[in-house]
């Protein structure tokens, strides 16, 4: 077990990186901020060269890809970090220098445990992308087929794990001491951000997800997934077909080459609510450089290291959401976060929708170009606070694609209004899935397989279980012990070490509150 000593140190080395780039400004200024944690951030930039404007992309970037990777989830939790520092992290950008391919070399013939000759006639050994986890070769395979390469980088494992282990560290300590810390969760935002940074570390795992997502789109016209080679794939590499096409972001190049800006922006909304609302399993890492268009103008995506999934009653409360925010009907999105137990029931749903009304009411109708969902997620969040809102860990990855969605759609059409894009669709898939005849449809089948198990002793047990909210049921939490504790327990003095864990705590606060816990 890491020694309390090596997490503090980690932390004082990320904290006074982030004081560098003037990252830790903000919590000074935060009234919610204890006053411990705001001297100890002092402490943390004292005697640094702040920029005027703080640069949280580039702390992220040089403290390491773990906080890069933590730093993109961050930038769409404008109520941890705040609009500035949201809108900055989405600048980060996910790309370090390359490592030397003959260590690539070494890697791919390892894991396989045959001579890399076996497997393909070429690479190239300039990779096509350098990422914090792994990077991308072409290559052609034996039996002649063109194929992109993906690698992960020698001994990131292990150093994702011994950065997580200080980021569970931090945050239970940080929980510990209550008041809006404890609000927002931050054990609970780690232990998901671990979950889902284990699934990009298993290539076969996200071949799989590449696969799960293909067949749930295949009816779909004009979104493709490159097939996988399982032959050539395995835990640290992975294969796919060669994508020849043009970046989503060169628009001056889609339109060169006669593509339709309106209607791709239109198809990838429609592509990326199919995947979210029918399928509830989506393309979770949806920027730019994920995204081509071929000559056909079919959209391609790739790298699907990050998934989301929502279970079958959370779409349909989120569909429901999203088309009463269209229509204005905010006492129906207000109860619906009750029913989901999102907001606590000791509020009243009639203030909660005028709370909502007062965020909805003048964006609804206007381009993105003078409004966005983006900007609405912000009003949402900022009354998160006055209901007592906790974080719902389960919906922040649906949340930074459609960011990320709008981002592209509004680039290819400055003018397109993403509630009209979206009602349409949502407003069909309300009607099938939860209208009169799906709901008899529903009840027929649960009626039948009631009658099958026996109704009378079912629908008792069933009772003892009455349904749970929105949010599923997370996983259990790491059991850190905390300093003082432990010292207490041993009966010895633990003011120095809880000393060090309020410096580390202040640290992480004041991270958080500028861009880099949730």
């Known amino acids: 077990m890491t020694r309390p000593v090596t997490h503090i140190w980690r932390l004082l080395k990320w904290g006074r990186t982030l004081a560098k780039h003037g990252a830790l400004r903000g919590i000074e200024a935060d009234p919610n901020t204890p006053r411990p944690v705001k001297r100890l951030v002092r402490l943390a930039r004292f005697g640094t060269f702040q920029p005027k404007t703080p640069d949280y992309a580039s ?4 403290i390491g890809p773990a906080a ?3 730093g993109q989830t961050l930038a769409t939790r404008p109520d941890i970090v705040g609009e500035e520092a949201a809108n900055n992290l989405l600048s980060l950008q996910d790309d370090l220098p390359p490592v030397d391919f003959a260590e690539i070399e070494a890697s791919i013939a390892s894991s396989f445990a045959q001579p890399i000759d076996t497997l393909f006639s070429s690479i190239d050994p300039e990779p096509i992308g350098a990422a914090s986890i792994a990077q991308v070769h072409r290559a052609v395979t034996t039996d002649g087929k063109d194929v992109a390469v993906k690698v992960l980088r020698p001994g990131i494992r292990e150093k994702f794990e011994r950065d997580l282990q200080t980021y569970h560290w931090a945050a239970a300590h940080l929980e510990a001491m209550g008041g809006e810390a404890e609000r927002l969760r931050p054990r609970l935002t780690i232990a998901n951000f671990e979950r889902w940074t284990n699934r990009e570390l298993d290539l076969r795992r996200e071949a799989a997800s590449a696969s799960e997502l293909a ?4 009816a779909i016209d004009g979104y493709e997934v490159p097939d996988i080679d399982w032959d050539r794939t395995n835990g640290r590499v992975l294969t796919v077909e060669w994508v020849d096409g043009v970046k989503i972001s060169k628009r001056d190049e889609l339109i060169a080459a006669g593509h339709d800006m309106d209607e791709l922006a239109n198809r990838l909304v429609l592509a990326f609510l199919t995947q979210a609302i029918s399928g509830g399993f989506f393309h979770a890492d949806m920027h730019q450089g994920n995204l ?12 699907f290291g990050i998934m989301g999934r929502i279970n079958r009653q959370a779409r349909a409360w989120l569909a429901e959401i999203l088309y009463g925010l269209t229509t204005g009907n905010y006492q129906r999105v207000a109860e619906i976060h009750f029913e989901a137990q999102y907001v606590p029931s000791y509020h009243d749903v009639g203030e909660f929708a005028t709370a909502l009304r007062a965020v909805g ?3 609804r109708g206007k381009p993105v170009s003078e409004l966005s969902v983006g900007q609405m997620l912000d009003g949402l969040f900022a009354i998160t606070r006055d209901f007592d809102m906790q974080t719902q860990p389960h919906l922040l990855l649906l ?8 981002g592209i759609a509004t680039q290819l059409n400055p003018e397109i209004n993403m509630w009209d894009t979206s009602a349409p669709y949502v407003r069909s898939w309300i009607r099938d899935e939860l209208g009169p005849e799906a709901a008899i449809a529903d009840r027929i089948k649960e009626d039948t397989d009631t009658l099958m198990r026996i109704p009378a002793l079912i629908r008792r047990i069933e009772d003892q279980f009455p349904p749970k909210g929105g949010a599923p049921e997370q996983a259990p939490l790491p059991d850190v012990p905390l300093m003082w504790e432990k010292r207490r327990s041993e009966g010895r003095s633990w003011l120095g070490y809880g000393l060090a864990a309020l410096a580390g705590a202040g640290t992480i606060f004041g991270a958080m509150s500028a861009g880099w816990i949730g």
């Open 361 to 363: 009411e003048p964006m």
């Open 399 to 406: 949340q930074k694609t459609m960011v990320m969605v709008e």
């Open 59 to 62: 702390a992220f970037r040089a």
């Open 215 to 218: 067949e749930t789109m295949r």
């Open 68 to 70: 890069i990777k933590l």
């Open 292 to 303: 081509f268009v071929k000559a056909d103008g079919t959209i391609v995506a790739i790298d």
